[in-house]
């Protein structure tokens, strides 16, 4: 695969410039809004996911915005998950509260709570696959049937999952956002994000006005009468990635491309090594809890076997007994176990949520996203599982030896 | 016969070179104009826009009905239709009176007693499809868009393959 390292593209004529300004024929003008290197990665995102196009961006947070402000502007609502990463939660009722798009947040997926958050100025229902930190599994269905009961699109942030475990347009959803940054490109080299759309959802049915009346964007084109099922895509693309400006760069496109190429094969190794630490980390003392969807006894577990069927992913939470301290000194003890604030690396990772990538969350909202003080976050990556599980050992004695000092000084 | 596969449609547009556009709009905020303008920019098909209204669109001489067309240009190899599905029926009737090898009907524009007429006379049909979007399936259109083309293939387009920069 080429990479197209370049700013801009020579037009064959002013009439070919035209025409591309006009929208009217397909190819590259300036690498903002589109780019050979980038566009083969959003063809093959498309293709995975079972989407009718995508859009890539320069972070997963940028394809939640390209997505949002796609249908949604000042004075619309949306109603998401309330299990969400922390930097989504931020984003929803921080940022685009700011620029007037409210956000109600829903704990757990029943149909009677999602309906009654809705709002007639909801635009969009939001959730994750598996949600994080909480690492429960949307009922997809579920949330897709409200959805379009209420005449919205669904959008699935289908990171945790990729599209070797799940495809959430199969289940309903109109558009799937990722992190690629994450299992795509799986090697912790490149910030990546990436939109696909269906193609199915009827943006002209009246409650999506940005794509169904005249934009003043461009020059009162109407998206859904001039590009029918490639509405979305079209202004996601020409309108709002030129507006926001939150283009992928080529190179790390390319990155995330070559990552792809292995995605099949690294998920399943991913899933392997996440059952196992998993497994290991449920006999143990020095542990209170683990949540994995992949465990037999896990609440998730029914919706896990419906919607991953392949294994739940390689990200997930336990507790420590002890509290922060016992946590601070297994983190710091861990040698192989990078310590540091992403997921989806072939690399193995750790993080203590409630300090790090929810720290900004008020507590309420910790709690409705199941952050608790002495959990820890796991990203399983491809190490061999008997180095993964000697360091955790040696982890585990050091939060011990912590949680039993603090006994023995509570008695003193 | 009724096309309904992806090879089905690249055949038909690799063995086509005349097309009949019934409803082609000169506005330029019309989707018959998208079409209209990137099938001619591109330049393989051999485009006529059929409108009683216009006498040209963008320098490309326009007819008043097939019929007029066929008289002066003979039989189109497909005519393209972007006419309400009301209106169909008289299209597909005009079509195979013109002596067309295959008729094209644009998304949205779906009428069984246009599609049995075309069918039973012996016209390729394609329905609810739209020409652009199939002929960019085929030239690498969609993909430099990043859109799914469908196709998973080693072999890229040449017309879309090596951008310029």
């Known amino acids: ?412 | 016969m009724i096309l309904t596969t992806v090879s089905q449609r690249r055949d038909l547009l690799a063995r086509s070179r005349t097309v009949a556009m019934v409803g082609a709009s000169p506005n330029p905020t019309r989707p018959s104009y998208f079409v209209f303008s990137y099938l001619r920019t591109r330049g393989r098909l051999d485009l006529s826009p059929i409108n009683p209204a216009v006498a040209q669109i963008d320098g490309v001489k326009a007819y008043p009905s097939l019929e007029a067309y066929a008289a002066e240009r003979g039989a189109p190899d497909i005519v393209d239709v972007f006419r309400k599905p009301a209106d169909a029926p008289a299209v597909a009737r005009a079509a195979v009176a013109a002596g067309a090898k295959a008729i094209w009907f644009q998304y949205g524009v779906i009428n069984q007693d246009a599609i049995d007429i075309a069918d039973a006379a012996g016209l390729d049909v394609v329905v609810d499809r739209c020409i652009k979007v199939e002929s960019a399936r085929f030239d690498g259109g969609l993909s430099i868009g990043g859109l799914n083309s469908g196709l998973i293939t080693a072999r890229r387009p040449a017309q879309f393959g090596a951008p310029r920069h």
């Open chain 1, 1 to 412: 695969m080429p990479i197209y390292q370049t700013t801009s593209f020579v037009f064959d004529s002013t009439e070919h410039a035209a025409e591309l300004f006009a929208l009217r024929t397909y190819g590259n003008i300036y690498s903002r809004i589109g780019n050979p290197t980038v566009a083969a990665l959003e063809e093959r995102m498309a293709s995975l996911e079972g989407g009718l196009g995508a859009v890539a961006t320069a972070s997963g947070l940028a394809a939640q915005l390209v997505a949002v402000l796609c249908i949604a502007q000042a004075g619309d609502h949306l109603v998401a998950s309330a299990s969400l990463y922390g930097g989504t939660v931020t984003q929803f009722t921080v940022t685009l509260k700011r620029m007037g798009i409210g956000c109600t947040l829903v704990p757990g997926d029943d149909p009677a709570a999602l309906a009654a958050a809705i709002m007639p100025n909801t635009k969009a229902l939001f959730t994750e696959t598996i949600g994080n930190p909480l690492g429960n599994v949307a009922d997809l269905e579920a949330w897709a049937t409200v959805a379009h009961e209420h005449g919205l699109p669904l959008i699935v942030d289908n990171t945790f999952a990729s599209p070797a475990l799940c495809r959430p347009i199969e289940w309903g959803a109109d558009i799937v956002v990722h992190s690629a940054t994450k299992f795509l490109g799986g090697h912790g080299t490149a910030i990546a994000g990436v939109v696909v759309e269906s193609g199915r959802f009827p943006w002209n049915a009246g409650k999506h006005p940005l794509l169904s009346e005249p934009s003043p964007g461009y020059h009162d084109m109407n998206f859904a009468e001039t590009f029918g099922e490639f509405a979305f895509l079209m202004r996601a693309r020409a309108e709002v990635l030129r507006d926001v400006g939150a283009a992928l760069a080529p190179m790390n496109a390319f990155l995330v491309l070559q990552g792809v190429e292995t995605l099949p094969l690294r998920m399943k190794a991913h899933v392997e090594n996440a059952r196992i630490v998993a497994a290991f980390l449920r006999e143990r003392d020095e542990v209170a809890w683990v949540n994995y969807a992949g465990l037999p006894d896990s609440p998730f577990r029914e919706l896990a076997k419906k919607y991953l069927p392949d294994g739940a992913g390689a990200v997930f939470t336990f507790g420590l007994r002890g509290g922060r301290e016992a946590g601070r000194a297994f983190i710091e003890t861990l040698d192989l176990w990078s310590h540091l604030a992403n997921v989806g690396d072939a690399k193995s990772l750790v993080i203590h949520p409630a300090t790090t990538t929810h720290q900004q969350l008020t507590e309420d909202e910790m709690r409705a996203g199941g952050v608790t003080p002495e959990m820890v976050r796991l990203s399983v990556g491809l190490e061999d599982p008997d180095d993964l599980l000697w360091d955790l050992e040696r982890g585990l004695r050091a939060a011990a030896a912590v949680a039993a000092r603090d006994t023995v000084g509570a008695q003193a």
